[in-house]
């Protein structure tokens, strides 16, 4: 009875966890939107990469006392893997740390941040897009249905409606950043799986950071100018949705698999909507709702597995003292 009630409360911290990543997630889209009021937008993703990197190495050090430290011999084996693979971190570095951090900065200067959360909502499709013409998938019928209607809600909710078409310079940004992160999603199938997680992640951080210096010096914005606010928003922006949601998203996957983490991931435009309106005095409408609507709707019918149990708490979770690699 207390293995299982055990097995049933790391199903609920997986949940917790995922749910807990989506809500910051949401908040980072209104973070970056308020900051990029007044700053730049590679001076921004500079410092969310950075801080970001920061609060990570803490968890490597805590990695390489639990492991490397106790057997030398696990971390030749991974620096030579990470060796072998430099090409693919750089790549999976330009596409998921650099291009996916600096869209997201740009696109959110030219519409609201839950504007861009839906759009950005549409990744999944895109990903599985380019699974089919890089990996040789098969697009279900299913698949193609739920891509019709998941954009039909986006289009919807950008273009408030059916008067005209207007659709505004960000959700093309925005586009160009899920694609980029579609990319990163498909380069980490390539990744050696044995390799821990935040090593490698860490690595494309410290990348990310080396590549970013130089457009940081050239918008030229010195430090001395910015504000005690802008300062903790940074902080902020690069230690929670940065590392922190990351960490708990791995974690939650493991617990809950892909396919249940992935609809719940579907709840970052939701918080991103509520915090724009709480905090940005953002507006929202009853067609971009709908649209929405139409979205999730879309997203959750072309994505889900049919046929798939829900995950059993009972035989089927981590032990409670598994932490994300």
């Known amino acids: ?18 749910i807990f990543s989506t809500f910051l997630w949401g908040i ?27 609060a990570l190495l803490p968890f490597v050090f805590l990695h390489y006392r639990q492991n490397y430290q106790k057997n030398k011999d696990d971390q030749k084996v991974d620096c030579q893997a990470l060796k072998k693979k430099s090409w693919l971190l750089i790549l999976m570095a330009i596409f998921g740390v650099i291009g996916w951090n600096l869209f997201m900065a740009l696109g959110v200067q030219y519409i609201s941040a839950s504007e861009a959360s839906i759009v950005n909502a549409s990744t999944p499709f895109i990903i599985g897009v380019l699974s089919c013409i890089f990996l040789k998938n098969k697009l279900s019928l299913r698949f193609i249905i739920g891509l019709i209607i998941a954009f039909f809600g986006v289009f919807l909710s950008v273009n408030k409606g059916f008067s005209g078409i207007s659709i505004n310079i960000g959700v093309f940004i925005i586009l160009s950043g899920s694609f980029c992160w579609s990319i990163y999603t498909l380069l980490t199938k390539i990744m050696d799986q044995k390799i821990p997680y935040i090593i490698w992640l860490t690595i494309l951080f410290i990348i990310g950071i080396i590549i970013m210096l130089p457009l940081l010096i050239y918008e030229g914005m010195p430090i001395s100018s910015y504000t005690g606010r802008q300062i903790l928003l940074l902080v902020a922006l690069g230690v929670f949705p940065g590392a922190i949601a990351n960490l708990l998203w791995v974690r939650g996957v493991k617990i809950l698999g892909p396919a249940y983490a992935g609809i719940i991931m579907n709840l970052v435009p939701l918080f991103a909507t509520v915090s724009g309106i709480l905090f940005l005095k953002e507006s929202t409408s009853i067609i971009q709702i709908t649209g929405f609507i139409i979205l999730l709707f879309g997203v959750f019918f072309g994505t889900f597995v049919k046929g798939k149990k829900a995950p059993k708490p009972a035989n089927q979770l981590a032990p409670a003292n598994q932490s994300a690699k």
């Open 1 to 18: 009875m207390q293995q299982k009630e055990g097995r049933i409360s790391v199903y609920w911290q997986g949940i917790s966890g995922t």
């Open 28 to 54: 980072a889209w209104v973070m970056t939107r308020y900051l990029v009021k007044d700053m730049p937008p590679f001076t921004v993703s500079f410092w969310r990469l950075f801080f970001t990197f920061v």
